[in-house]
């Protein structure tokens, strides 16, 4: 079973333009991340914020966390071509385990 | 450091037939993962080991998936028999227990042919 939904499902962009995606979720979380996946490889880790932090930076990455919503937001800014990629939010929850639950992804193009 | 190294790449079988994935965990870390993906959806967990202590498969077939992690180091998934609908990329990923993150392998894509 999926936790997080994101959306949109897709979006294209411009280079240098900012993406924003969304994600949300269903039951009280620890924390939540953020991946990215290139095409036909393997998920990579970007950001995490926790239940109590409300926003993140880490450089070009911002994400947001309302826990009263159950949402949060990724936001990608002055995007690059490289930039282009899956992005998945992944919620963990549940003390003392660390049960790692995906969304089903928003598919990023950034058009030169 | 090596990432989590996961063979082969890419199997295609008939089915019917049984097929096998391989994962090496980073060294060290605790927690190893499989999930599952199917094209365009996010990864899907099927059995989270703690150790060598299964302690999440409730998302596993279990009338023809199993697992292993010998050792509380390297993991086999089989699936016997393999069928149509089992045709996926069979990620592994491993965490240590004092961190966060996740470290995924490239993945295994199945073709069930």
């Known amino acids: 079973s999926q936790q997080g939904e994101e959306d949109p499902q897709a979006l294209s962009i411009q280079e240098g333009e900012n993406a924003t995606m969304n994600c949300s979720y269903k039951?009280?979380?620890?924390?939540l991340q953020w991946y990215r996946q290139n095409s036909g490889r393997g998920l990579v880790h970007l950001i995490l914020?926790?239940?109590?932090?409300r926003e993140k930076h880490s450089g070009r990455l911002r994400v947001t966390l309302d826990t009263s919503k159950k949402s949060s937001s990724l936001l990608i800014t002055a995007s690059r071509a490289a930039d282009t990629a899956s992005y998945f939010c992944?919620?963990?929850?549940?003390?003392?385990?660390?049960?790692?639950?995906f969304g089903k992804g928003t598919k990023l193009s950034v058009i030169p | 450091e090596a990432g989590v190294v996961q063979s082969p790449r890419y199997k295609i079988i008939e089915k019917k037939q049984p097929v096998a994935f391989w994962c090496n965990p980073i060294s060290g870390h605790n927690t190893l993962y499989w999930y599952r993906q199917n094209l365009g959806q996010g990864p899907e967990l099927l059995i989270r080991?703690?150790?060598?202590?299964?302690?999440?498969d409730s998302q596993l077939p279990k009338d023809r998936f199993s697992a292993e992690r010998l050792k509380g180091v390297d993991s086999t998934l089989k699936i016997q028999p393999a069928e149509l609908g089992d045709s996926a990329v069979y990620l592994c990923?491993?965490?240590?227990?004092?961190?966060?993150?996740?470290?995924f392998g490239q993945g295994t894509r199945l073709t069930v042919v």
């Open positions: 039951t009280s979380i620890n924390n």
């Open positions: 080991y703690e150790n060598e202590e299964a302690v999440d």
């Open positions: 914020i926790r239940s109590n932090e």
């Open positions: 992944a919620t963990v929850s549940g003390a003392g385990s660390y049960q790692l639950t």
């Open positions: 990923a491993s965490r240590h227990y004092s961190d966060t993150e996740a470290f």
